[in-house]
């Protein structure tokens, strides 16, 4: 076979190789990008909201409301603290409503403005183009342009960077953990020796290994392989939603250099400068794609080769598949308005489950063991245990009566428990003691606990007095 052959077989390969995933080789390697940078408007903006969010990130574990913080998810104690409310497990109904309305929330935002997420505000794309590739640009000496270095980083160079790398992922999980223990824990947990606190030790470098994987090896393909929102975007997006798009109506066909007047050519001058800058190694004039996480960098670099060739901007611009095929726009289509309904009666049943919240639950189990007893002095003893859970954010005493029947006597076995710090959750075990009469002919009568705190809020718990007939 020829050396041409050869050639030729390979660039097929390549090709072929390229538009199964755009991160492969002919052989099946890696193809590692490095893409260049085009500082366009657009890049501006998002290197705005990218700084925002990130000083945003660090600053939230170290904010308060009322002595709260405004985000907290302790695993431990099994609390959740948002804005300075704290929710417990048994706020199943406020986490379900919540968790709904997160959901409900990237969807709408997925069908009106497509991958908006993804290229604006995920902390995948912000840290790694607006925080880890300019470290490599200033390792590499490719500061303010990107693309290829022009020779390979020397020892002491990747060293300096892999150092670099471990500092920031370090502060990033440590910040991370600040979310799940609070930063007082954690200044003191960074005070002491690792041996004293081994799992939170553990767990900070583990997040600090997966950093470091992530951003340092895996890089694009938490994007194009691995994140499930993507492969959601079919479903999501429509052919009304906005994308980065290329506009082959006014591009094609493409040709380099100069255009004879005869020949019909579109504005695309075939630079591919669209191609160098995407960090996910696409090409955005193959059309709508998976892997494209709408960093906006091909819009940035096409408006500049539009701009120096004398044509309009906006051959790739922010549209929609309609758009693009000439079809008119559609504000109101069958998605953008059943998700702010649905997203409007979540919302309304999470303001209904916070509103509602009591200060605190209560909930009466039967004891273990026979139905009833009889005491020495022939009354009837029932046993039962009342779960307690304060939910409110001050300690409270409660008090126990039985409101109906009149007659039966209580007798709380522990009483010391009766008094709850905030988030407090107890087992109270009660005995109930009436006379035999009570119950006689159906064996049982219903009877009602109340069970109330030290600002009034009360819950009456029905329960059956069993006993003789
Ligand atoms: S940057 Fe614009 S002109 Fe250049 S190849 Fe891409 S679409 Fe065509
Ligand atoms: S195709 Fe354009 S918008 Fe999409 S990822 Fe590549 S550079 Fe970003």
Redesign the pocket.
């Known amino acids: 076979m020829s050396n041409h052959e050869t050639d030729s077989i390979h660039d097929e390969w390549a090709s072929v190789a390229h538009d199964v995933l755009s991160t492969m080789e002919a052989d099946g390697s890696r193809r590692w990008l490095r893409p260049r940078l085009s500082m366009g408007d657009w890049w501006k903006k998002r290197r705005v909201v990218a700084y925002l969010l990130m000083v945003v990130f660090v600053l939230i574990p170290h904010l308060r409301i009322g002595g709260k913080p405004v985000v907290l998810m302790d695993l431990v104690a099994r609390q959740l603290t948002v804005l300075g409310k704290t929710f417990y497990p048994t706020d199943t109904l406020i986490l379900a409503f919540g968790m709904l309305a997160v959901f409900i929330s990237i969807v709408l935002v997925t069908a009106i403005a497509g991958r908006a997420w993804c290229g604006w505000a995920c902390p995948q794309t912000v840290y790694m183009e607006y925080l880890f590739r300019p470290i490599d640009r200033f390792f590499e000496g490719t500061v303010g342009r990107g693309g290829k270095p022009k020779a390979e980083m020397g020892g002491m160079r990747s060293i300096a960077r892999i150092v670099v790398y471990l500092l920031l992922c370090m502060f990033l999980a440590h910040t991370f953990l600040a979310y799940f223990v609070g930063t007082d824990r954690l200044a003191q947990w960074v005070r002491t020796s690792p041996f004293e606190n081994p799992s939170a030790f553990l767990v900070m470098a583990g997040v600090t290994a997966l950093m470091m994987f992530d951003f340092l090896y895996f890089r694009e393909q938490m994007c194009t392989l691995a994140c499930p929102y993507g492969r959601f975007q079919s479903v999501m997006l429509d052919e009304q939603s906005k994308i980065v798009a290329?506009d082959p109506g006014r591009?094609e066909p493409?040709a380099k250099g100069k255009r004879p007047a005869a020949t019909p050519a579109g504005?695309?001058?075939?630079?591919?400068?669209?191609?160098v800058?995407c960090p996910t190694g696409i090409?955005?004039?193959n059309g709508l794609q998976m892997e494209c996480v709408n960093c906006t960098q091909?819009i940035d670099?096409?408006?500049?080769?539009?701009e120096r060739?004398g044509l309009p901007k906006g051959?790739?611009r922010y549209s929609s598949q309609d758009e693009i095929a000439r079809k008119p726009k559609k504000l109101f289509r069958a998605r953008t308005i059943a998700y702010p309904l649905l997203l409007l009666a979540v919302l309304s049943g999470f303001a209904w489950a916070v509103g509602s919240k009591a200060g605190f639950d209560a909930r009466l189990l039967r004891g273990k063991g026979a139905p009833f007893s009889i005491t020495a002095t022939g009354n009837v003893n029932n046993s039962f245990r009342l779960r307690l859970v304060n939910r409110s954010s001050e300690p409270q005493q409660y008090t126990l009566s039985v409101v109906t029947p009149e007659n039966v006597t209580l007798e709380v076995l522990q009483d010391d428990l009766l008094m709850l710090p905030p988030g407090g959750n107890v087992l109270i075990p009660l005995n109930v003691e009436f006379l035999p009469i009570q119950t006689r002919g159906s064996g049982n009568k219903a009877a009602v606990l109340s069970v109330q705190d030290g600002q009034d809020r009360k819950h009456d718990l029905p329960f059956k007095l069993l006993g003789p007939r």
């Open positions: 290329y591009g493409r504005d695309c001058v075939d630079c591919h400068q669209c191609v800058v090409d955005i004039r091909c670099a096409c408006d500049n080769v539009m060739v051959l790739i």
